[in-house]
């Protein structure tokens, strides 16, 4: 019986198969077990497990024969050929390398820069004006003057007692009447010697400091008062009042009372309170002196009136 090619309904290669007696085919490539029906469709009836297998080396068997085929193409052209990777053919080009181009550079000095200024020392300066002795005690009255370019606080004034060879006998202290002064601005000073040794001078030494903390004070406070008058046991005596013809209440108001000589030197001073805790702006106080002491009579005299801004 001759056979025909036909279509392994499971691998689907031309199968050259006949057919058994009951009309199965097996698939001479895969061994799959097949009928054909009467319209000529088939029907699998099992498959080969070598199918695969088989089916694959009929692949690799085609693929041979196509490059055996491409082979004699390319001889057919003439030359010889550069072998061409069948998955992908990668072209790699050199290029030249270039530098990075370079720019010009500026160069820079560092820009002047003034030094701070050197930090100055506070001074002041002290001139003795009178000596007192009383009761064993001797005063000594003299102003002092700040200086400096800024503020100063809490003048200090040391008198070092020396004998007639220049040594040192002791010191004693006094401080500025005015807790702060201004540039140029000045203070009475006293400098009491209680029971002081025998001496032949007296060197003056000055202790200040830039101002830290400067308190608030009042202006606009004014003093109305009599001419003083010595009284009945050798003191001074002055009493008025102090006005507040500013806008800001004062308290702690002192009124100081200066005797200065004819030649223009301090003789001495004394201080008295204004009454009352507190000056309100528009109001006014007494004060009284009650007896400052000076060893000459004064040929003039000053009041000087400060208070500081109550809280």
């Not at 030249?96 to 370079?102: D, G, K, R, T, V």
């Not at 820009?111 to 002041?124: D, I, L, R, S, Y």
């Not at 002092?144 to 004034?157: A, G, H, I, R, Y």
């Not at 805790?277 to 040929?299: C, I, M, N």
Request: glycine content about 12%.
């Amino acid at each position: 019986m001759s056979t025909s090619s036909i279509r392994c309904p499971a691998c689907g290669a031309a199968d050259p198969s006949p057919a058994d007696g009951d009309g199965v085919h097996a698939c001479a490539y895969c061994g799959s077990r097949y009928r054909m029906g009467l319209a000529g469709q088939a029907q699998v009836l099992s498959r080969s497990p070598q199918g695969n297998a088989k089916l694959i080396l009929v692949l690799v068997g085609l693929l041979g024969a196509f490059g055996v085929v491409a082979g004699v193409f390319l001889a057919s052209q003439g030359g010889e050929q550069t072998p061409v990777d069948p998955v992908r053919a990668i072209r790699v080009v050199e290029r030249e390398l270039q530098a990075p181009p370079s720019n010009q550079t500026l160069a820079l000095t560092p820009a002047a820069v003034a030094e701070p200024p050197a930090e100055v020392a506070a001074t002041a300066e002290f001139v003795e004006h009178h000596r007192k002795l009383s009761g064993g005690a001797l005063w000594v009255y003299g102003v002092v003057t700040n200086t400096s370019p800024f503020l100063v606080d809490k003048v200090e004034v040391i008198g070092v007692l020396k004998d007639a060879e220049g040594e040192e006998l002791g010191t004693e202290n006094g401080y500025a009447a005015r807790d702060v002064l201004a540039p140029g601005a000045s203070s009475p000073v006293v400098i009491l010697l209680q029971g002081p040794p025998e001496f032949a001078s007296i060197t003056w030494e000055i202790d200040t400091d830039k101002a830290s903390y400067v308190p608030k004070m009042v202006s606009g406070l004014r003093v109305e008062a009599g001419s003083p008058a010595p009284n009945s046991w050798g003191g001074w005596e002055t009493e008025g009042r102090v006005h507040n013809d500013g806008d800001q209440p004062a308290e702690f108001v002192k009124v100081e009372l200066q005797g200065w000589s004819e030649d223009g030197r301090l003789l001495g001073l004394g201080d008295a309170y204004a009454k009352g805790d507190v000056l309100q702006p528009g109001e006014s106080a007494r004060f009284k002196h009650v007896g400052v002491q000076f060893d000459e009579k004064p040929a003039r005299f000053e009041l000087y009136v400060e208070g500081r801004l109550a809280h």
